[in-house]
Structures are given as C-alpha cells and as structure tokens.
C-alpha cells in the first residue's frame, strides 16, 4: 500500500501529551495511512500513540488523565481483538458446514438452518 508523504508529516508531528495531540486528518486516503503507520509502532510495542477523542498523541506517564485515556484505549483494542475472535470462531464452524455441504455430508437446508439466520441477525 502506498502511504502517502501527508501521512508521514503528520505523523512526525504527533506530540508528547494531549495538549500536542495532532488532529485525524480529514482526507480518508491520508487518515488511513497515518493509521497504519500508527498501527505499526504499536504493533512494535516501544512507544505508544493513542487515538482518543482530543486526537492523537504519546501519553505521559506522569499524567493521570493520559494514563487513563492510554487504559481506556488499550481496553478498547483489546474489546475489539475479542469481538473480532469471536467472530472468526463462528466463521470457521461456518465454514467448515459449508465444506461438509459441498462433501454431501450435510443438506442446504441444515447449512442455512432453515433460513433462521435471517431472524436472528441483529443489525
């Protein structure tokens, strides 16, 4: 994926503490490599920029408030990395009925259970 050179500026520029956070750039292309790039350094674990509400920056360790918002991110994240696990738990087994479908080990009808998927689906 090519990052553009707007992301890699603004990233030079995220500060130290909330009050230099940068602000999540407007253009989609630019926001979604500056994530990534954000993304990266986390993955890497030597420094951590979060991305709250007052924009993105390096938390303090010395400032309550910016240790709370980096608790409460790293609790988001790992929400998510649980949601999403779920999920692909439930997408194997699918998966796996679909296999024993095309195998003739399993009927269309016992696959999509009868259709009941469809009522169940919450959004």
């Given at each position: 994926?090519?990052?553009?050179?707007?992301?890699?500026?603004?990233?030079?520029?995220?500060?130290?503490?909330?009050?230099?956070?940068?602000?999540?750039?407007?253009?989609?292309?630019?926001?979604?490599?500056?994530?990534k790039?954000?993304?990266?350094?986390?993955?890497?674990?030597?420094?951590?920029?979060?991305?709250v509400?007052?924009?993105?920056?390096?938390?303090?360790?010395?400032?309550?408030?910016?240790?709370?918002?980096l608790?409460?991110?790293?609790?988001?994240?790992?929400?998510?990395?649980?949601?999403?696990?779920?999920?692909?738990?439930?997408?194997?087994?699918a998966?796996?009925?679909?296999?024993?479908?095309?195998n003739?080990q399993?009927?269309?009808?016992?696959?999509?259970?009868?259709?009941?998927?469809?009522?169940?689906?919450?959004?």
């Amino acid at each position: 994926m090519k990052r553009n050179w707007e992301a890699h500026e603004l990233f030079r520029h995220i500060g130290i503490g909330r009050e230099n956070a940068i602000q999540r750039p407007s253009d989609r292309s630019t926001d979604r490599a500056l994530r990534k790039l954000i993304s990266e350094t986390n993955e890497e674990g030597k420094v951590v920029i979060i991305n709250v509400g007052n924009g993105i920056y390096i938390p303090r360790p010395w400032v309550d408030a910016e240790m709370q918002e980096l608790n409460e991110y790293v609790n988001k994240e790992k929400s998510r990395a649980k949601q999403i696990f779920r999920k692909a738990v439930k997408m194997r087994k699918a998966a796996d009925n679909l296999q024993q479908f095309r195998n003739g080990q399993l009927s269309l009808d016992d696959y999509l259970g009868g259709g009941a998927w469809r009522e169940t689906t919450s959004k």
